[in-house]
């Protein structure tokens, strides 16, 4: 198991790095983990043993992905822990058990299907980590989160707003790479509140 104070080495892997960005973060707040947040990062770091296994279901997924009609990828559903482990393979770790995985175009949400057809043209799956991000569950609860402090809550972002948002960020005739880097761009923006996202959009401040 990695040592808290030691960095990353070259062969580290993504989540390793992410972990270790995690503990950086933590301390440069001049904190020590709570003992809740010492042993969700042990859970995480126990992950990192069966990385071979998860990385191998990431290209199973995508392999899947690649092969899948339109029609497959339309109506594919969105399953929170395949998200969350293609999350973890591309490098970005759980913050704690507070986070959800929030896939950016929802995969079964009533306002979601034209964006659904966008991302099925460019063969781009729902539960591919371009298409995800961590979010802590609730306003209440989760305000200030440690690792998110601004995050937008997960408990209160699927509103017709924010689908009306997204099919304006992603129109359908960018390139399966200008996708990916728009949804990864709105991950960031949903980690961070920025105020690049319209105050028409924000119900969740109401």
């Given at each position: 198991?990695?040592?808290?104070?030691?960095?990353?080495?070259?062969?580290?892997?993504?989540?390793?790095?992410?972990?270790?960005?995690?503990?950086?973060?933590?301390?440069?707040?001049?904190?020590?983990?709570?003992?809740?947040?010492?042993?969700?990062?042990?859970?995480?770091?126990?992950?990192?043993?069966?990385?071979?296994?998860?990385?191998?279901?990431?290209?199973?997924?995508?392999?899947?992905?690649?092969?899948?009609?339109?029609?497959?990828?339309?109506?594919?559903?969105?399953?929170?822990?395949?998200?969350?482990?293609?999350?973890?393979?591309?490098?970005?770790?759980?913050?704690?058990?507070?986070?959800?995985?929030?896939?950016?175009?929802?995969?079964?949400?009533?306002?979601?299907?034209?964006?659904?057809?966008?991302?099925?043209?460019?063969?781009?799956?729902?539960?591919?980590?371009?298409?995800?991000?961590?979010?802590?569950?609730?306003?209440?609860?989760?305000?200030?989160?440690?690792?998110?402090?601004?995050?937008?809550?997960?408990?209160?972002?699927?509103?017709?707003?924010?689908?009306?948002?997204?099919?304006?960020?992603?129109?359908?005739?960018l390139t399966s790479n200008q996708l990916r880097e728009k949804l990864r761009t709105i991950g960031r923006l949903l980690q961070q509140?920025?105020?690049?996202?319209?105050?028409?959009?924000?119900?969740?401040?109401?």
């Amino acid at each position: 198991m990695p040592s808290v104070n030691h960095a990353p080495n070259c062969n580290s892997s993504p989540l390793e790095s992410a972990l270790h960005q995690f503990k950086q973060h933590l301390g440069a707040m001049g904190k020590s983990p709570t003992v809740h947040q010492k042993r969700h990062i042990e859970l995480e770091e126990g992950l990192i043993s069966n990385l071979a296994q998860v990385e191998q279901r990431l290209e199973e997924y995508e392999g899947w992905v690649r092969q899948a009609t339109a029609s497959e990828l339309r109506e594919e559903g969105h399953n929170s822990k395949r998200l969350g482990r293609n999350l973890r393979a591309a490098g970005r770790a759980k913050p704690d058990d507070r986070c959800d995985a929030h896939a950016i175009v929802s995969g079964k949400h009533k306002y979601s299907r034209l964006l659904r057809i966008t991302l099925s043209m460019r063969q781009i799956g729902v539960d591919e980590a371009d298409n995800g991000c961590w979010l802590p569950r609730s306003w209440s609860k989760d305000r200030n989160h440690w690792a998110l402090s601004h995050a937008v809550p997960h408990s209160r972002i699927h509103r017709k707003s924010y689908y009306r948002w997204l099919e304006i960020e992603l129109p359908m005739r960018l390139t399966s790479n200008q996708l990916r880097e728009k949804l990864r761009t709105i991950g960031r923006l949903l980690q961070q509140n920025k105020s690049e996202i319209p105050s028409w959009v924000r119900e969740w401040e109401e």
